[in-house]
């Protein structure tokens, strides 16, 4: 299973969902698009 660590500087947990959602969920979406992609070709097909 692909683990991922991404960092933040200067960012708390709490801060991730407050103040860098663009960054996070940017980072997020990149990390789950390929696993995203197969799983929509196979039920798509």
Request: no cysteine; charged share 20%.
């Amino acid at each position: 299973m692909p683990k991922d660590f991404h960092w933040v500087d200067g960012a708390t947990h709490v801060d991730l969902h407050d103040k860098f959602v663009p960054q996070v969920a940017e980072r997020v979406a990149e990390f789950f698009a390929p696993s995203l992609q197969a799983s929509a070709s196979t039920t798509n097909a």
